[in-house]
Nanobody
Framework: QVQLVESGGGLVQAGGSLRLSCSAS????????MGWFRQAPGKEREFVAV????????NYADSVKGRFTISRDNAKNTVYLEMNSLKPEDTAVYYC????????????????????WGQGTQVTVSS
């Protein structure tokens, strides 16, 4: 069992930055790929970014490439999402998720690939 707790959300003006954190319980954090998803009101949950267990591989949604950076610190059981050049369309609840087993890293773009989810943190970008 893995418990995930997100933090770092808030209100920011367009063009600003935020850093989200996701702290995980358990001793096997490094064995999980960690992803970030977001969900805006009335929309489906969408993939944002994912990082492999050892941190060597990352993958991003086209909409955030070049603006967002995912990273992890396995010693602290924490994954981060650094968000720069924020836009109003980035407004959403952001969720972190953990995937224990997967056939292909690049298939970790769908929410069904993940085993555990956090409760989410709100990010609001004003224009």
């Amino acid at each position: 069992q893995v418990q995930l707790v997100e933090s770092g959300g808030g209100l920011v003006q367009a063009g600003g930055s935020l850093r989200l954190s996701c702290s995980a319980s358990g001793r096997t954090f490094s064995s999980y790929a960690m992803g970030w998803f977001r969900q805006a009101p009335g929309k489906e949950r969408e993939f944002v970014a994912v990082i492999s267990g050892n941190g060597f591989r990352t993958n991003y949604a086209d909409s955030v490439k070049g603006r967002f950076t995912i990273s992890r610190d396995n010693a602290k059981n924490t994954v981060y999402l650094e968000m720069n050049s924020l836009k109003p369309e980035d407004t959403a609840v952001y969720y972190c998720a953990a995937a224990g087993q997967y056939s292909s890293f690049y298939l970790l773009t769908g929410p069904r690939a993940y085993d555990y989810w956090g409760q989410g943190t709100q990010v609001t970008v004003s224009s």
